[in-house]
């Protein structure tokens, strides 16, 4: 148990569905990202908030839409999605955003766009 | 942002020594190496980081060569559930953590 809580853990979705992946925190910590990974790609960061603000967004297409209520928890809008998003989409946070001294990871939603 | 180059896969017996070793050779003065694994079905975990000195924990130890151009991560003794991808990332002082392909660590029993 990492205190970084992902859900779903699947999800499976047409390309016109509406869906939200959640992510919470009990870490007390002051940074939750985003990563996406790809079968047999690295991980990739799409979003960053600290202390509620979004400090970092990676060129991410506006089908996804992240939205940071809270320093615990954190959500991944999804609406018309392409084949090519199913990925693993991994939630983290750590201490602080400007000096990461760890990431702590949820276990990850499984996406399927069909 | 700095890379590092690791090998593809790797293997091991278990109960043996595994050494996974990585090369930075564009790291500057104030990029912290860090270590993280991911088991199968979980998502990534941390294991170490270090600067310029060695450092050991209950996981794993970091050997970070003088010039740091290149550090090693040492498990002392692999056991079937060390069994994971190794990601060596090199953080620079903004914080961000950009992974890449790692190695993929067998251990044999």
């Known amino acids: 148990e990492t205190g970084v809580t992902q859900t779903p853990r699947h999800l499976v979705m047409g390309m016109t569905n509406k869906k939200s992946l959640k992510c919470e925190q009990h870490?007390?910590?002051?940074?939750m990202y985003w990563y996406k990974q790809s079968a047999k790609k690295p991980l990739e960061l799409m979003f960053v908030?600290?202390?509620?603000?979004?400090?970092e967004n990676n060129s991410v297409p506006s089908r996804f839409s992240p939205e940071c209520p809270n320093s615990s928890h954190l959500f991944l809008h999804l609406h018309t999605l392409q084949p090519e998003d199913s990925a693993l989409y991994l939630c983290?946070?750590?201490?602080?955003?400007?000096?990461?001294?760890?990431?702590?990871f949820g276990s990850g939603t499984q996406l399927s766009v069909l | 942002d700095a890379k590092t180059t690791q090998p593809n896969s790797m293997e091991s017996n278990e109960e043996e020594p595994v050494h996974l070793p990585c090369n930075h050779s564009?790291?500057?003065?104030?990029?912290?190496i860090h270590w993280y694994r991911q088991l199968p079905s979980q998502g990534p975990e941390y294991v170490i980081h270090?600067?310029?000195s060695n450092v050991n924990n209950r996981m794993a130890s970091l050997a970070i060569a003088e010039d740091r151009k290149s550090s090693t991560l040492i498990l002392h003794r692999a056991t079937l559930r060390d069994a994971a991808v190794y990601y060596c990332?090199?953080?620079?002082?903004?914080?961000?953590?950009?992974f890449g392909q790692g190695t993929t660590l067998q251990v044999k029993p």
């Open positions: 990332i090199l953080r620079d002082g903004g914080g961000k953590l950009i």
């Open positions: 564009t790291i500057s003065g104030t990029d912290y």
């Open positions: 870490l007390g910590h002051n940074a």
């Open positions: 983290a946070s750590s201490q602080d955003w400007d000096r990461v001294r760890k990431l702590f």
């Open positions: 908030y600290s202390l509620e603000e979004r400090v």
């Open positions: 270090g600067l310029t």
